[in-house]
């Protein structure tokens, strides 16, 4: 099946600094990548929509500035977290869909980032 | 406004018992549904993929059903074990380029 890729697992970092988390599609294209944040017994709630060469789409509630996504390769995103606050600890997630179709109709998920920010 | 509802929110059976998990969903008109696992502090794992058009799927000893119509979804999991103790997440998309709208998970505890 198809891969998708995330580095760091799990990162720690003090208040003020920046975090950038890589998502990669191993054996697919991907134009479009969904960035996810699940916080601690809570489920997976999209933060925003990465499109290959263009800007990304946020979600109401979520900091453009604050969470920085690049999506310059057809199977690359990054999400940048900068300035990161303790409220940020969270665990990241980034599902990629296989644009020509050649596999199955579905989302694959990446491993996961885990932010501990002191 | 989309949302996905589990339910129970934990569960905990003894070994070897046969079990449902529930989901429903909001808006009816859906692309499909998937049914994932989650270990403590890791990424998610398919389980079953349910298109629109389709009414169940099977894999080993789970059994996941899809009643469109009523905005409704099951994973029975059979003859139980310790190892199938996580979470389990259902999650609606609708459409092939959109986001999964997900539910807050039922977590399972299997005791030996």
């Known amino acids: 099946g198809a891969v998708v890729s995330q580095h760091p697992s799990w990162v720690i970092c003090k208040s003020g600094t920046s975090v950038k988390i890589e998502c990669r599609s191993l054996?697919?294209?991907?134009?479009?990548m969904f960035w996810y944040r699940q916080f601690p017994k809570q489920s997976l709630m999209l933060m925003a929509t990465?499109?290959?060469?263009?800007?990304?789409?946020?979600e109401q509630g979520v900091e453009k500035d604050k969470f920085l996504i690049n999506h310059a390769s057809l199977t690359l995103s990054t999400l940048t977290v900068t300035s990161a606050h303790p409220e940020d600890s969270s665990f990241y997630i980034c599902?990629?869909?296989?644009?020509?179709?050649?596999?199955?109709?579905?989302?694959?998920f990446g491993p996961g980032t885990r932010l501990t920010v002191l | 406004k989309q949302e996905v509802t589990q339910i129970p929110a934990a569960l905990s059976v003894p070994e070897g018992e046969n079990l449902v998990l529930n989901c429903s969903f909001t808006?009816?008109?859906?692309?499909?549904l998937q049914w994932f696992r989650q270990d403590p502090g890791k990424g998610l794992t398919s389980l079953l993929l349910?298109?629109?058009?389709?009414r169940e799927q099977t894999s080993g000893r789970l059994n996941a059903s899809l009643d469109k119509s009523s905005g409704r979804s099951t994973l029975y999991i059979a003859a139980s074990q310790p190892g199938d103790s996580a979470t389990y997440l259902c999650?609606?998309?609708?459409?092939?380029?959109?986001?999964?709208?997900f539910g807050k998970g039922t977590r399972l505890s299997v005791i030996a």
């Open positions: 999650a609606v998309a609708y459409s092939g380029n959109t986001p999964l709208v």
């Open positions: 349910i298109q629109s058009s389709q």
């Open positions: 054996d697919f294209q991907a134009t479009t």
């Open positions: 808006d009816s008109a859906i692309y499909n």
């Open positions: 599902s990629a869909r296989e644009t020509s179709g050649r596999l199955t109709d579905t989302q694959y």
């Open positions: 990465s499109n290959e060469g263009s800007k990304a789409t946020y």
